[in-house]
C-alpha cells in the first residue's frame, strides 16, 4: 500500500497567519491518464471530513481561495493563507492513484 | 443536493456481525460509486472498500476476508457487513460517494458517520 506521511503531526497558529502542511508519498502518485489524484480534506471537530482539494490544487466548490495546493509525484503541500477560527481542525491527505486509497495521518491544526 | 446517511446499531458484541447501511439522496447509485471508511476514536482515517456504479466491489485487503458490501438501489442504500468483529473494530464509520463518477477524485461527499463500539 501507498504510505502518505505528513508533517508536521499538529501545528499552532495565530489567526491571520499563514500555515503549510506538508505530505510525502511512498510511491509517485501520476495515473496513467497523466493525473496526480492527491486530495486534501478536512476534519473539524466533532465533524465529517470535508474535501477541500482535489487533484493536487482543485479547490471544491466553496471552499476559499485562501486554500492552495501545490506538489508533483511524491511531494505536496497544502497552504492556507490568513487563518480563520473556522479553519482548524485535522488536515488529511489521500490518494486513491493506487489501490487501496490511502491517507496520511494528519495534522492537527491548533489555535496559538 | 448530495445526501448520505450511515445508520446502525450503536453497540455489538465481539465476535458479531455488524451491519451499516448508507441511505443516499440526490443521486443514483447506478451511476456513482460509494466507499466505506473508518475512523477509530482519536485515529485517523480507514479506507475499508468500494461499490462501483455497476455493482461490482473491492475490499482493503487487511479486511477482505470480513468485509462484505451490497446495495439496493431502488432504496438507495448501500450496506456493509463485517464478521468477527473485535473491540479494535471500534470506530465511526463514514459512507463517502465519489466526485463525477468517471474519475479517481473520490472522497467528494460524506455522510455524518456512526459509531459503533464493540463490547460484551
Known amino acids: 500500500d501507498v504510505v502518505m506521511t505528513q508533517t508536521p503531526p499538529s501545528l499552532s497558529v495565530a489567526i491571520g497567519q499563514s500555515v503549510s502542511i506538508s505530505c510525502k508519498s511512498s510511491?509517485?502518485?501520476?495515473?496513467?491518464?497523466?493525473?496526480?489524484?492527491l486530495h486534501w480534506l478536512l476534519q473539524s471537530s466533532g465533524r465529517s471530513p470535508k474535501r477541500l482539494i482535489y487533484?493536487?490544487?482543485n479547490l471544491d466548490s466553496g471552499v476559499p481561495d485562501r486554500f492552495s495546493g501545490t506538489g508533483s509525484q511524491k511531494d505536496f503541500t497544502l497552504k492556507i493563507s490568513r487563518v480563520e477560527a473556522k479553519d482548524l481542525g485535522v488536515y488529511y491527505c489521500a490518494q486513491t492513484t493506487h489501490f487501496p486509497p490511502t491517507f496520511g495521518g494528519g495534522t492537527k491544526l491548533e489555535l496559538k | 443536493q448530495v445526501q448520505l446517511k450511515e445508520s446502525g446499531p450503536g453497540l455489538v458484541k465481539p465476535s458479531e456481525t455488524l451491519s451499516l447501511t448508507c441511505t443516499v439522496s440526490g443521486f443514483s447509485l447506478t451511476s456513482y460509486h460509494v466507499s466505506w471508511v473508518r475512523q477509530p476514536p482519536g485515529k485517523g482515517l480507514e479506507w475499508m472498500g468500494v461499490i462501483w456504479g455497476d455493482g461490482s466491489t473491492a475490499y482493503n485487503s487487511a479486511l477482505k476476508s470480513r468485509l462484505s458490501i451490497s446495495r439496493d438501489t431502488s432504496k438507495s442504500q448501500v450496506f456493509l457487513k463485517m464478521s468477527s468483529l473485535k473491540t479494535e473494530d471500534t470506530a465511526t464509520y463514514y459512507c463517502?460517494?465519489?466526485?463525477?463518477?468517471?474519475?479517481?477524485?473520490?472522497?467528494?461527499?460524506w455522510g455524518q458517520g456512526t459509531l459503533v463500539t464493540v463490547s460484551s
Open positions: 510511491q509517485s502518485l501520476v495515473y496513467s491518464d497523466g493525473k496526480t489524484y
Open positions: 487533484q493536487v490544487s
Open positions: 463517502a460517494r465519489d466526485h463525477d463518477g468517471y474519475t479517481l477524485n473520490w472522497f467528494a461527499y
